[in-house]
Structures are given as C-alpha cells and as structure tokens.
C-alpha cells in the first residue's frame, strides 16, 4: 500500500542522477526491450518495359540480379506497355507524380514516353539505340536534365561482315522496320551504309505493329537471297510472323542480338544484354547514392560477340564455316 505522503514529483527529486536516468532510459526502451534499429528506406524502383521479347527480359533479369548479388533491398514495380505506345505514355503519366524514387525504362519507345511525362523523377534507360536523336539526351557526354543510361548501339559493319562470310553467294539482302521507332530509323541508315559498302543490295518493308510483320514477311521473301533482323521492337514481337515465311522459303534469317539465334535465326553479332541490364543497375545505384543523371554521361557496351544456331543453319541448308564457329560464344 502506498502511503498517503508519497509522490512521483517527489520521488524524482530525491532521487539521484545516475538512478534517473536508468529510469528514463527503461522508460524509453519500451519498457526494458531491446532498442530497435531502424532500417534504411528500401528504395522504389518502376521498370518499365516496352515490349515481352527474350532480349529484353535478359536486361531487366540482369538488372535486378544485379541488385540481388549486391545485398542490396530494392522494391521492384514492373510495367509492360505490350507494345503498345499509348500503353506506354499512360504508364509515365501514372509514374509522372511520384510513386517510384527512379524509373528505369527498357527500350526507345519506353524512354521517349517516360522522359517526356517525367521532369523530376529520375529516369534511367538500358537499351536504348541512339538517345541523342531519340531526343532523350541533349549529349552523351553531358545528358543535361533527368535522364541518362547505357544505349545498346551495334555496328551494322559486323552484321553485313558475318552475313557475306557464312553465306558468301548473297547479293540482296532483306529487312523489315517499323519506320516510326527513332532507334531503327538510325539502324537502318547504318545498315544502307553497310550494305552499300559491299555492293549488296537492301530490300525493305516497313510495319506499323507486330501484326503485319508477317504479311510483310511474305511479301519480301521471295525477293531477297537472306533476311536480316535489327533491334526493332515490333518487329521483334512480331518475329513468329518473320520466321515462319523464311521457313516456308528456305530463306536463312540473321538477327542483330543473339535472343532471335536461339529463337530460330541462323547468326548474330550481338551484345550480351544481361550485362547491360547490370551495367545500367551500377548506374542507377551510383544515381540513388546522389550523382546527377543529367551530369552521368550515356554508357555503351563494346563487347560483341558471334552467336550462332546450328539447328536453325542446318534447317535453312546452310554451312556455318569454321572461322564462324571458332568465335561463337555460344558453343
């Protein structure tokens, strides 16, 4: 029973310093407990894709394995516009106001709808082909505002090169676009260039979704000894449409990235897009550590390497030579 003359005030006034303390330090533990740590923020991260296709899932897989071989906690928010462009801007629009501490965006398309609707946020692409005329970058030395990444451009040169040296007889070559992607309007001016260095002739047809690039691809066969595919994102979701009609024709079909190879295309000289996507992971986890993307200059990835599908070679009646096969990096 506690007597009549007792009291709190009282008792802290008698009581001395090192005793009060221990009070106020139990009181403050919540009740004698452990004191807890706070975490640090797991920072939000929108990755938005532009369309479902084997290479660019490599460079959102690498990017967040990149994240996962560092220990690093990051919340991922997927997006996919299914190759849809207003599907796309919808998507930046809903990012526009927040909701996300950086967005990353594979492929042109997704790049040029996110870097418009988004001013503050910042936006950070991976393979994206040219994003100075893309508009994205003012340089790529000096990007200039928000936005910064690692473009995936590959030399035509190389492609045109591993063609003629597996299938040394080709004298027209074929190709299908969609005309209004900035990153195969700039493929296809330096794959005329490539073409027109070595005296081979280039055939195009142009597509305004993946569903025509079928009917596209049957009109172009029998025009061409040989097909070739760059990075173009319709076409690339459409590609079931390109493969079947070279097929049907016994007309070989080369490809600009080695995911089409093992799709059914005969050879690639194509970046490894997994790296890309860790390449652009390093980037943002130096932007979310405070570097400024309009002072991070735009990255590449050099390395190319032969890709090769021998099924696909021996379907289309073709030999792949020994020089080819010593580079390949997929044996």
């Known amino acids: 029973m506690v007597s009549a003359g007792w009291s709190f005030q009282g008792f802290l006034r008698r009581a001395s310093a090192p005793l009060l ?8 533990c ?21 369309v479902q296709h084997p290479t660019l899932d490599r460079v959102r897989e690498g990017f967040t394995s990149y994240f996962a071989q560092q220990g690093r906690s990051v919340d991922f928010r997927n997006y996919n516009a299914q190759g849809d462009f207003p599907t796309a801007a919808m998507i930046a629009q809903q990012l526009r106001d927040g909701g996300a501490d950086l967005v990353f965006v594979i492929t042109t398309p997704a790049a040029q709808a996110c870097a418009t609707a ?9 393979a994206v082909t040219d994003p100075v005329s893309a508009g994205l970058v003012a340089s790529l030395e000096r990007p200039g505002r928000n936005v910064t990444g690692v473009s995936d451009m590959t030399p035509m040169d190389p492609e045109v090169e591993l063609i003629l040296e597996i299938q040394p007889t080709c004298r027209t070559l074929g190709t299908i676009y969609n005309a209004s992607e900035s990153n195969s309007r700039t493929l296809i001016g330096l794959l005329r260039d490539a073409c027109r260095k070595r005296n081979l002739t280039l055939k195009e047809a142009t597509v305004s979704s993946s569903s025509e690039v ?15 595919m760059t990075q173009d994102n319709t076409v690339a979701s459409g590609f079931e449409g390109l493969l ?31 790296k890309l996507g860790a390449q652009s992971a390093a980037m943002v986890e130096r932007i979310l550590n405070g570097a400024k993307p309009g002072e991070t200059p735009v990255e590449t990835q050099k390395d190319l390497g032969v890709y090769v599908n021998r099924e696909a070679a021996d379907w289309f009646r073709v030999t792949l030579p020994e020089s080819v096969l010593q580079r390949a990096v997929n044996q």
């Open 244 to 274: 079947k009609p070279c097929r049907d024709n016994r007309r070989p079909l080369y490809a600009a990235e080695s995911a089409s190879v093992s799709l059914g295309a005969i050879a690639a000289v194509s970046l490894d897009y997994s």
């Open 30 to 50: 919540g009740g004698g407990g452990t004191a807890r740590v706070k975490e640090p923020k797991r920072p939000v991260i929108a990755v938005v894709q532009f």
């Open 214 to 228: 079928l009917q596209a691809s049957m009109g172009l066969v029998g025009q061409v000894d040989a097909m070739f």
């Open 21 to 28: 303390l221990c009070v106020l330090l139990f009181v403050s």
């Open 118 to 126: 988004i001013r503050t946020t910042p936006v950070v692409f991976g």
